[in-house]
């Protein structure tokens, strides 16, 4: 009987470990995900660098310049959006000079989601 109860309490807890796990490791949206397609508030865990950049000509590759950079420190909060297939992502701006883009990392990895 000893056991029996033993065997039911363990294969319970696991099972109650194995369901939190599922919960947080879901709780950022993918980077491709349509989540990102409207800006989103984060707060940067690890520290990344963002550029300013002016568009001379049509041609996103041949024709960019770079006007700013500033360095997004730790504990920061910033709202986000995806930058698609050109910059993994853009900080909107009221700023009519240029856009501010991040082309480094391409995974949700260095911000945490503020809800």
């Known amino acids: 009987m000893k ?5 039911f309490i ?11 796990t599922n919960i947080n490791a879901k709780s950022t949206p993918s980077f491709n ?5 409207k800006s989103r508030t984060v707060r940067v ?12 000509g049509k041609d996103w590759a041949t ?5 700013k950079n500033k360095v997004l420190k730790k504990g920061q ?14 900080l909107p701006s009221k700023d009519k000079k240029g856009l501010w883009v991040m082309n480094k990392p391409l995974n949700t990895k ?3 989601l503020i809800k």
Request: glycine content about 4%.
């Open 3 to 7: 056991k029996f109860i033993l065997i």
């Open 10 to 20: 363990s294969i319970f807890s696991i099972m109650f470990f194995i369901s939190i």
């Open 33 to 37: 995900s349509k989540y990102w397609m």
């Open 45 to 56: 865990i690890k520290k990344q660098k963002a550029y300013m950049v002016k568009m001379a």
């Open 63 to 67: 024709s960019t310049k770079i006007l």
């Open 77 to 90: 909060k910033i709202r986000i959006l995806y930058g698609g297939a050109s910059w993994a992502w853009t």
């Open 110 to 112: 260095w911000f945490k």
